[in-house]
């Protein structure tokens, strides 16, 4: 038997999965690591932290197995937009300064409001933010000057355990188009975004296909693992894309929707596309496949913070009745019919993506009244959510139409009533896909493409599995129709001054 090991470099764990060739999972292991937010803004990792996370996890699977030769390859999924600056002997100068690294809000906002930021987001598809290394390394030039002149290179987090795995720098399209540094119609670095970001191209990576093998092991790292000498590694693509790959929503028109701690709507098509208001990414999967599509901050981490602030006691019945606190929050939350009573929630606890790319957005409750209280609060914070979701849908449509079905994942997916919630907001039906660990088998699925183990990437359909539909329930599609426009128009108005009060909250919290 042939195995392939699916591997997701995620913000706070590494997910390793070793599956057949048919898509079987026959092992897993999730190794966590520390995300660092000390200062405000602040959200990094420590490469080697992950590293060595990813090497245990390779040690646990690959003892699974009776002959380590029958794992014929491993395939990478990551996180995009991480950066880590290297001095001229690959040393890392600074940790991993993730996706959800704010500190550079300040110059995405002057860079997206000159002439030259929407051109670079037609060029590069990766709308203008925080987010990217693009504005990092702004941050970094202007910021920690002594930092940027002693760097030699600027890398990624998969670009930087690649080079501890085989001692080269390589880098994927998939996760350079998520740089803001890579134009998507040359294919290569843009000479525009490296000038603004004030690199050369001889600080950056060599760049490759997502199907692109790397071989030559370091002998440390087989001993450490006890993984084939022999054995590639296949370079593989930036999360987002392999997500949809992951669930087969790889036929134009099929949408996937994915709900963990943070969000995305995304769907594939076979050409670069953008959007003229700037509200959508454009990111490469492989020949003839872009997925276009926008990432939320705010999906789980909601929920999660309304668990923690809002619902304590509700915490401590949980605990003495011995349930899942988020089981009976949502129990809570079905008592109130669909619409919360008028109650609206504007998610953006973590300033947010799309379709606003707003690093300054912030959180709010619109609608209370006395008669309201903590049931109404968690229901409208979960339709919330999914209202974010469905306004990132209706940018997508206007650049790649409507969609003709919906794939739906990520942990809310054990809840029925997100799961009905998105079938109502969305007024259409949605499938749930069995796939276990998305990413790590669209990785997976990828790798095999470039091992030679499958003809084409459509097989990811025997892989998936069996699958669910929901279809909606019409009193309550149409009170969400009602209450979209209202949610749509309060933000329009509530976009004026998340800027003003970001800035109280940052002087403030200086002062």
């Not at 090991?5 to 070793?18: E, N, P, Q, R, Y």
């Not at 190794?31 to 090497?55: C, F, R, T, V, W």
């Not at 940790?95 to 860079?111: E, I, S, V």
């Not at 049931?375 to 999914?386: D, K, T």
Request: with cysteine.
């Amino acid at each position: 038997m042939d195995y392939v090991i699916g591997a997701d470099i995620g913000t706070t764990s590494i997910k390793l999965v070793l599956y057949n060739t048919k898509g079987k999972v026959l092992g897993y292991v999730n190794n966590g690591y520390k995300l660092y937010q000390d200062a405000p803004g602040m959200a990094e990792e420590d490469p080697h932290e992950i590293y060595l996370a990813m090497l245990k996890g390779l040690h646990d699977l690959t003892s699974k197995v009776d002959n380590p030769s029958d794992i014929k390859g491993v395939s990478f999924s990551c996180a995009m937009h991480s950066l880590i600056l290297l001095d001229k002997n690959h040393r890392p100068l600074t940790r991993a300064l993730t996706w959800a690294d704010n500190r550079a809000y300040k110059y995405a906002d002057q860079l997206k409001h000159s002439d030259l930021g929407p051109k670079l987001y037609q060029a590069t598809g990766t709308p203008i933010h925080p987010m990217t290394p693009l504005t990092k390394i702004m941050w970094f030039r202007n910021e920690r000057p002594d930092l940027f002149k002693k760097a030699h290179w600027f890398v990624g987090l998969k670009e930087y355990i690649i080079y501890l795995l085989f001692g080269t720098l390589k880098e994927d399209y998939s996760i350079a188009n998520a740089t803001g540094m890579f134009n998507i119609h040359t294919m290569d670095w843009d000479p525009t975004a490296l000038k603004v970001a004030g690199v050369k191209r001889d600080q950056l990576p060599e760049l490759v296909d997502t199907t692109y093998q790397l071989k030559g092991l370091n002998s440390h790292v087989v001993k450490l693992t006890g993984l084939d000498p022999k054995m590639p590694f296949v370079i593989g693509a930036s999360d987002g894309p392999l997500a949809n790959l992951g669930v087969n929503a790889i036929q134009p028109g099929v949408l996937a929707i994915t709900i963990g701690t943070s969000g995305a709507v995304r769907v594939i098509t076979d050409k670069p596309k953008t959007d003229p208001k700037g509200r959508v990414f454009c990111y490469y999967l492989y020949h003839h496949m872009w997925v276009v599509g926008g990432p939320v901050n705010n999906g789980g981490i909601v929920f999660r913070w309304i668990r923690d602030q809002i619902c304590g006691s509700e915490k401590v019945t949980a605990k003495e009745l011995n349930m899942d606190p988020y089981d009976l929050l949502t129990k809570i939350a079905s008592t109130v019919p669909a619409g919360s009573d008028g109650v609206i929630c504007h998610p953006f606890l973590g300033g947010e993506r799309a379709p606003i790319w707003d690093a300054n957005a912030r959180a709010s409750f619109f609608g209370l009244t006395r008669q309201d209280g903590i049931p109404q609060m968690i229901r409208a914070a979960l339709e919330g959510i999914v209202y974010n979701l469905f306004a990132v849908n209706k940018a997508l449509e206007d650049v790649v139409g409507k969609p003709k079905s919906i794939q739906a994942t990520g942990g809310f997916a054990r809840s029925g009533l997100w799961r009905q919630m998105l079938a109502d907001i969305f007024d259409q039906e949605v499938t749930i896909p069995k796939s276990f660990e998305g990413t790590a088998l669209g990785a997976a699925t990828l790798g095999m493409l470039s091992l030679g183990l499958i003809d084409n990437l459509g097989e990811v359909k025997n892989f998936v599995g069996t699958t669910r539909s929901l279809e909606p329930i019409k009193k309550n599609a149409d009170v969400y129709k009602e209450l979209i426009p209202i949610y749509l128009r309060l933000g329009k108005k509530l976009e004026t001054e998340y800027k003003a009060i970001a800035d109280f909250q940052r002087e403030h919290h200086e002062g």
